[in-house]
């Protein structure tokens, strides 16, 4: 039997939280309005902490500032992301821990309410192959149209995500 290694991104793997990063990044980068953005960013941070935002309005919000550009678009930023934010934010414990898993032949998942699109490279980065996390609705011009898709793999969503994973796994073996 394969074993399946769960790891989380915020938090966890991560020091920090991915989509308070991206939009503190987007921020300094001049792409979102410090004074307005910022304010709601860190209102959310703290609105989420008390538990007093739904699972919708969270991830809605940070999928939000991806609106109206194509990933193409986003690319150069996204990688410069990865490399100036989250990369040192991962510490070596954290990489020792998802590789030995990998070394042992765990089935190793990184799943996060974070969207896709911000943590696939962070999956890719840590050398996991299975990233589960909240997906982005891409309009038919290929522009992000800064809502989710799909369940949102937060709270409750995240059992059910992976369960729909899981099966998809047993069907394609």
């Given at each position: 039997?394969?074993?399946?290694a769960?790891?989380?991104?915020?938090?966890t793997?991560?020091?920090?939280?991915s989509?308070?990063?991206w939009?503190?990044?987007?921020?300094?980068?001049?792409?979102?309005?410090?004074?307005?953005?910022?304010?709601?960013?860190?209102q959310?941070?703290?609105?989420?902490?008390?538990?007093?935002?739904?699972?919708?309005?969270?991830?809605?919000?940070?999928?939000?500032?991806?609106?109206?550009?194509?990933?193409?678009?986003?690319?150069?930023?996204?990688?410069?992301?990865?490399?100036?934010?989250?990369a040192?934010?991962?510490?070596?414990?954290?990489?020792?821990?998802?590789?030995?898993?990998?070394?042992?032949?765990?089935l190793?998942?990184?799943?996060?309410?974070?969207?896709?699109?911000?943590?696939?490279?962070?999956?890719?980065?840590?050398?996991?192959?299975?990233?589960?996390?909240?997906?982005?609705?891409?309009?038919?011009?290929g522009?992000?149209?800064?809502?989710?898709?799909?369940?949102?793999?937060?709270r409750?969503?995240?059992?059910?995500?992976l369960?729909?994973?899981?099966?998809?796994?047993?069907?394609?073996?």
């Amino acid at each position: 039997m394969i074993k399946v290694a769960l790891f989380d991104l915020d938090h966890t793997l991560l020091d920090g939280d991915s989509d308070v990063l991206w939009c503190d990044f987007l921020i300094e980068r001049g792409v979102l309005d410090r004074e307005g953005f910022g304010a709601r960013n860190a209102q959310m941070e703290v609105d989420y902490r008390a538990g007093q935002v739904s699972a919708a309005a969270f991830c809605e919000f940070y999928v939000s500032t991806l609106a109206a550009r194509t990933r193409r678009e986003w690319e150069p930023l996204r990688s410069e992301f990865l490399a100036l934010v989250v990369a040192p934010r991962i510490g070596e414990g954290a990489r020792a821990l998802v590789h030995r898993h990998g070394d042992a032949g765990d089935l190793v998942v990184l799943t996060t309410a974070t969207n896709r699109f911000i943590t696939e490279q962070t999956a890719i980065h840590l050398d996991i192959e299975h990233l589960i996390a909240t997906e982005c609705e891409v309009d038919a011009a290929g522009n992000f149209s800064g809502r989710t898709a799909g369940t949102l793999n937060m709270r409750e969503g995240k059992v059910e995500r992976l369960q729909a994973w899981l099966r998809s796994r047993a069907r394609n073996s």
